[in-house]
């Protein structure tokens, strides 16, 4: 039996999730781990739900909370921000460049 799995993952009971919450639906053998919802505070990505990363806030009290993963071209810091067919770079080369107040960007992948 697979144990500390995330939100969205298949389980047959609550301990098998990291969150200690399996959702599964009436008459039936399997459900999904659910973690956090969006909104919901948190401290690192793994306790928000599939589809949501958590956002460190900058401003005092400095509040974490989950929220939906970024979509192309959207200001990033790091790849965990954004879908899961994008990652998070430069959008130009004089972003890099001037390096001016982190122009960092979920940008798609091409194989």
Do not use: A, H
């Not at 990652?87 to 001037?98: A, P, Q």
């Amino acid at each position: 039996m697979k144990k500390m799995l995330l939100g969205g993952r298949n389980c047959t009971e609550s301990t098998q999730c990291i969150s200690l919450n399996c959702d599964i639906p009436e008459e039936e053998e399997m459900g999904k781990c659910v973690s956090r919802l969006e909104g919901k505070s948190c401290f690192k990505n793994s306790n928000c739900d599939y589809g949501l990363f958590c956002e460190k806030s900058n401003i005092y009290p400095y509040l974490s909370t989950c929220k939906k993963l970024r979509t192309t071209y959207e200001l990033c810091e790091n790849t965990d921000e954004c879908q899961l067919n994008l990652y998070c770079w430069y959008g130009y080369k004089e972003d890099v460049v001037f390096n001016t107040d982190n122009l960092k960007k979920c940008l798609p992948m091409y194989s």
